[in-house]
């Protein structure tokens, strides 16, 4: 791992340097007005020359050491703290755990978000539960390790498709799928690569609401009963609501949960145009 120090105006140019290099990664932390980096490569893959002779083609940067690393088990690192959960009458376990119940799921994240050790999965998962019904189809947006998908699929939906714009997700869900021998179809994109008119009966997106605004409108044209929007902050319901007025969609349901000092909420959302024997109502619990 080398490490440098430089202004911040001139970082970009040394991550292209680094690129250029092969370096597996660049890490950037705060160094007084400027910036120090941390880049690293494989043992022996760039000599130490190469790295200090980067002074001369970027501007105020000086390389202030080669040391190694020590040895990382990112697998195990990974696994700390993961345990089976109970979510909406499904456990949920990783493949190193031992079972613990009927029904069940084994979800191993990896490197994708979706383990069930995040407030926003489930909340998505009990109101994706709550609001399925036998042989629905089920789009998943943003379906990071597929657990959402998944889920619908062990709890008796008739089909599901999970979308992400991430490979890495993707290749996660993939594994995940044949871990539990369910049928999820994948996508690696956006919901732009679905055909305009393609209707799912429930459509669930747990997207940050920087991510899930931009495509909102859209979700409207495929979801046929229920919208299931989680990843949003207590503090950004204002703007769901604004959203869902101008989309056409009304909360069936509410469900909240703090975790960290951080309120985050999911809501079901119906067409306004349909009826409903549920009036609409709102539970709130604590991680
Ligand atoms: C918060 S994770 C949710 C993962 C999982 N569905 C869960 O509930 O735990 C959001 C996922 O959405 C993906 N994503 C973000 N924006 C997207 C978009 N516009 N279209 C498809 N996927 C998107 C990210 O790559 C990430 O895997």
Known sequence: MARFALDSAAVDRLVAELDALGTLGVEERAHGDGACLLAYFTRGQVERARLFALERTVTSLRCLGVEPVPETDWERESRRGLSPRCIGGLWVRPSWCAPVAEPELVIDPRQAFGSGEHASTRLALRLTLAELRPGDSLLDVGTGSGILGLAALRRGAGSALGVDVDPVACRNANQNRAGNALPLGLVCGTPD??????????????????????IFGRLRGHARRALIVSGLLASQAAELEHACAVSGWRCARELSEEQSGDVWVARSLYPR???????????????
């Open 193 to 214: 690569s679905l055909r305009p008119g393609w209707l799912w009966d429930m459509v669930v997106a747990n997207l940050l609401w920087s991510e899930l605004r931009p």
């Open 273 to 287: 145009d349909r009826q409903s024997s549920r009036s609409s109502s709102s539970v709130s619990s604590r991680a």
